[in-house]
């Protein structure tokens, strides 16, 4: 079955503020023959687009991330509405994004560009040099939880590349795409990048569509059926997808710092973040201590009301996964903060609970809400080795005074990013690139990497004089042959393997 079987689409899709159901707007849900003419569009912009070349697409990005920063609170004001989560959350998230955007318009010229590397000895007649070319058009399909910073994480550095984008938001949340949409036509005004709003649907005539990659955010189940598609045309995707991260905490580690951090990465957007905390490692000594202190913080927390936290769950249907999870936990472990009762409708209270059994759904599976699980663990190395426990491996972090350790720890860890002494510490540096091993997904995005993400790698060699050894003719002579023969040994027949 095709992602065109699931879904049948209609006219238009509705979003509305899950704190109160009230309607935000709504939006065309684009058909397959509507995605395919954004995708032409996008295809004739590209050619403009790739021309300019980096400074002149460094000009007009930068312009881009002008306009939306000048507006960002109105931005902001439609995160909120769409996603329910408050405007300040909104409002980090704009920041948080334009930086990415800022890192990425001025930094791909010097990491996409054409540059020389040795030939080697033998080849001493060729000048070899390497570089970087767009793709041609990119499909981003976004997600909701982070509806500007989780899709522009792809969108900006496949433009710094010079890929035009053709970008699907969630159906729950199209407000930002259109939004930035809007300043992109204001500030460049080229078919460089479209929105295509609509359902699932619409992602999958997206992925049918003339793109020549595709950068997908969302559950794993989805990803395999968003690569399986692709496959059909050969076409490559990166795969951001969900996680159960993990947080361990040492002896040594600063508490205090911890548990902050820990309510912070498990609570902060009512938990629906695929790198927040779902799992805390703790070693024995300083559990109680530990648990005391996330009680205690997390129980200040407030889910209702102008000056709430954090807001309900922004997908319909979402809270019954957490109340699963949370049945499930319950059966061996016990409840710190909350329980069932946290959970009133889509608005969920903060629920710790401690010593659950680590083949639980709560522990194997992502949650997506306001839950943590706290269990403990005899050393640091216990801890390490339950956190790689799960299918999933986006992030983890890692609480301790020790450099050493830490260092050790980071490296044992199957993820793809890890955090010393904080939670999502890489999420704002933009040089750093993000991404998952095992089930949460491939590819990466921000940073280098996330520059060499979107373009296709090009070698070129030049033969600037005659080989001091002719071999690459079908008339080698006996002499060169025999030199050839001669070298292989002085070129590599010389190290010996070690010892022991």
Wanted: overall charge neutral; aromatic content about 6%.
């Amino acid at each position: 079955m095709t992602l065109m079987d699931q879904t049948q689409p209609t006219a238009e899709v509705t979003t509305r503020n899950p704190v109160d159901g009230s309607i935000v707007a709504t939006y065309p849900i684009a058909g397959p023959a509507e995605v395919a003419a954004a995708v032409a569009r996008a295809r004739a912009g590209s050619a403009w687009w790739s021309g300019l070349g980096f400074d002149g697409r460094r000009a007009y990005l930068l312009a881009w991330k002008s306009a939306i920063a000048r507006r960002a609170d109105e931005l902001a004001g439609i995160i909120a509405a769409e996603t329910g989560k408050p405007h300040g959350d909104a409002v980090l998230e704009v920041m948080l994004t334009l930086g990415h955007l800022d890192w990425a318009a001025k930094n791909a010229k010097g990491v996409l560009r054409r540059r020389k590397v040795k030939a080697g000895l033998v080849n001493y007649n060729q000048h070899a040099s390497v570089g970087y070319e767009p793709y041609g058009v990119v499909g981003v399909i976004g997600p909701w939880n982070y509806p500007f910073y989780t899709p522009m994480g792809s969108i900006s550095y496949a433009l710094a590349a010079g890929n035009a984008v053709v970008f699907k938001p969630s159906e729950l949340t199209p407000g930002p795409a259109v939004w930035i949409a809007e300043r992109w036509a204001e500030a460049v005004g080229h078919d460089v990048l479209t929105v295509a709003t609509g359902d699932r649907a619409t992602g999958a005539a997206l992925v049918a569509a003339d793109v020549d990659k595709v950068a997908f955010t969302g559950s794993t189940a989805t990803a395999k059926k968003v690569m399986a598609a692709a496959a059909e045309r050969l076409v490559p995707i990166v795969a951001e997808c969900g996680g159960s991260d993990a947080l361990l905490v040492a002896a040594d580690a600063d508490l205090d710092a911890a548990a902050s951090f820990i309510v912070f990465g498990a609570m902060g957007n009512a938990g629906q973040t695929c790198a927040g905390v779902e799992r805390v490692y703790v070693v024995e000594s300083v559990r109680d201590a530990l648990v005391a202190k996330v009680k205690e913080a997390a129980e200040r927390l407030r889910t209702s009301g102008a000056d709430a936290q954090y807001g309900p769950m922004t997908l319909p249907g979402q809270e019954e996964v957490v109340r699963r999870h949370v049945e499930d936990a319950l059966r061996t472990g016990t409840a710190a903060v909350g329980g069932l009762d946290s959970i009133q409708g889509r608005t969920i209270a903060p629920i710790v609970i401690t010593d659950v059994d680590e083949r639980s759904d709560a522990v194997q599976e992502e949650t997506f809400g306001p839950l943590v699980v706290i269990n403990p663990v005899a050393s640091l190395d216990e801890a390490v080795r339950r956190a790689n426990g799960t299918q999933y491996g986006l992030t983890a972090a890692v609480f301790t005074r020790d450099k050493a350790a830490a260092a050790r720890a980071a490296a044992a860890l199957r993820v793809g990013a890890v955090s010393i002494n904080s939670v999502l510490g890489f999420a704002g540096v933009a040089a750093l690139p993000f991404g998952g091993v095992k089930a949460s997904g491939f590819g990466r995005i921000h940073g280098a990497d996330g520059l060499r993400e979107f373009s296709v790698v090009k070698s070129i060699a030049r033969q600037t004089r005659k080989a001091m050894l002719d071999l690459l003719t079908m008339d080698r002579t006996e002499k060169d042959l025999h030199t050839a023969t001669r070298m292989i040994p002085m070129l590599h027949g010389r190290a010996k393997a070690p010892r022991g």
